[in-house]
């Protein structure tokens, strides 16, 4: 069981918008920075944001982050087929002295 | 370019040993710090320790302690994963990832190596 809890899975159709969520602790995602990653089968994954909302240079700006709380938001804007993978978001624990992710979201473009 | 370059698939049985390498290039390697992450198969992402190749500062995550051993060779700009003794529940892909800080998820950890997938079957 994941530290962060994220859904199983999201889906919407190509060019549409969608966000997942990744819900923590005021030890982990309220105390510390979050990031996401995303994982295409076969590849290393790939930092998507880092610090809750920057985006390393490369990443479209399709992708966004978000924190509120103990929680935090990736959105997708301007779906591609491309952009199917599992996407974990991740934080340290300040609690437990561990980084922590969620379980991982698959994201289907329909 | 900045990159983790992973040693090859493994395939090994219950009890031995083994170490599983990533080499760091295209930036000053003692400057940053490499984690450990496991994918069991159908599963998630685990991190398990991370090294400061530039004072060997080493920190594991609590349920790999003492499972595993985090190591790096500055001379080769390299780091190290190691069992001393493999158990079936270790078959996974072991990512190394480069960080800006030692509380990775929360440092950026911008950079990892494409994976090393290790089977572990009687």
């Known amino acids: 069981q994941s530290v962060l809890t994220q859904p199983p899975s999201v889906s919407a159709a190509p060019g549409q918008r969608v966000t997942i969520s990744c819900s923590g602790s005021s030890s982990d995602i309220g105390a510390n920075f979050v990031s996401w990653y995303q994982l295409l089968p076969g590849t290393a994954p790939k930092l998507l944001i880092y610090e809750n909302n920057k985006r390393p240079s490369g990443i479209p700006d399709r992708f966004s982050g978000s924190r509120s709380g103990t929680s935090a938001t990736l959105g997708i804007t301007g779906l591609q087929t491309g952009d199917e993978a599992d996407y974990y978001c991740g934080a340290w624990d300040s609690s437990l002295s561990v980084a922590v992710f969620g379980g991982g979201t698959k994201l289907t473009v329909l | 370019e900045v990159q983790l370059v992973q040693s090859g698939a493994e395939v090994k049985k219950p009890g031995e040993s083994l170490k599983i390498s990533c080499k760091g290039s295209?930036?000053?390697?003692?400057?940053?710090?490499i984690g450990w992450v496991r994918q069991m198969p159908g599963k998630g992402l685990e991190w398990m320790g991370i090294i400061y190749p530039g004072d060997s500062d080493t920190t594991y995550s609590p349920s790999f302690q003492g499972q595993v051993s985090i190591s790096a060779d500055r001379s080769i700009t390299t780091a190290y994963l190691q069992w001393s003794s493999l158990k079936v529940s270790d078959t996974a892909v072991y990512y190394c990832?480069?960080?800006?800080?030692?509380?990775?998820?929360?440092?950026?950890?911008?950079?990892w190596g494409k994976g090393t997938t290790v089977t572990v079957s009687s």
């Open positions: 295209g930036y000053t390697f003692i400057s940053y710090w």
């Open positions: 990832a480069r960080c800006s800080g030692p509380r990775a998820n929360s440092d950026r950890c911008g950079i």
